[in-house]
């Protein structure tokens, strides 16, 4: 079975943050965790671990998630503030949790450190919270992230049949979309619309 790029959802570091962040149903809920993790380590296609921060509950636990990465050792780590949708009887989250783009670089960024230069921060889109980390002995060309999909290689390679690897369809990454770049990760071919706050529904066009 060929996949384009297979996901595990990290959400939480420890098995105390993460009974409290999903409240999951069965009792060996960390052992089912665990072994998620550790069935990446022997995939072909693309990889990815999904942090999702929330202030409070796990973007202290740094060393925790440092841990896990040898689990899986996946290609990509992505990790992502988390969206605060409003009050619910189910869920204690406030605005108070939800971290700040700046908060979620310098989350990145240690736990990139923390990897011993096997992940290096590659990619980030301000507008989404989001940070990606990569493998640098995969993704990282003669100083060049190569982070995108080549879609149209990957079609190639589930038609003929034959067994292939993340980085057979691996595109260069987009300048605008590098870490640090001033386009924090937007598109400068398509349009940012904001609206006007101190008048109500008034959109500018960036």
Excluded at 118 to 123: I, N, P, T
Aim: hydrophobic share 35%; net charge neutral.
């Amino acid at each position: 079975m060929c996949w384009l790029q297979l996901y595990v959802s990290v959400d939480a570091a420890t098995k105390k943050s993460l009974k409290v962040v999903d409240r999951p149903l069965f009792s060996d809920f960390w052992e089912r965790f665990l072994d998620s993790l550790k069935s990446l380590h022997d995939k072909d296609q693309r990889t990815v671990y999904r942090l999702t921060l929330v202030k409070g509950w796990n973007a202290e636990e740094i060393d925790a998630y440092a841990n896990l990465l040898s689990l899986g050792q996946p290609d990509f780590i992505e990790i992502k503030g988390v969206t605060y949708c409003g009050s619910s009887a189910t869920s204690k989250l406030t605005m108070e949790n939800v971290p700040w783009h700046s908060d979620v670089k310098e989350f990145s960024e240690a736990l990139a450190l923390k990897s011993g230069g096997v992940y290096e921060v590659a990619c980030e889109h301000a507008h989404s919270c989001c940070v990606l980390l990569a493998k640098v002995d995969k993704f990282k060309i003669n100083g060049k992230w190569h982070t995108w999909i080549d879609y149209d290689r990957f079609h190639e390679l589930v038609t003929s049949g034959k067994p292939f690897k993340s980085q057979d369809y691996m595109a260069m990454t987009p300048s605008w979309a590098v870490y640090g770049a001033e386009e924090g990760g937007f598109d400068p071919d398509q349009s940012r619309y904001k609206k006007e706050r101190r008048h109500g529904a008034a959109a500018l066009k960036d």
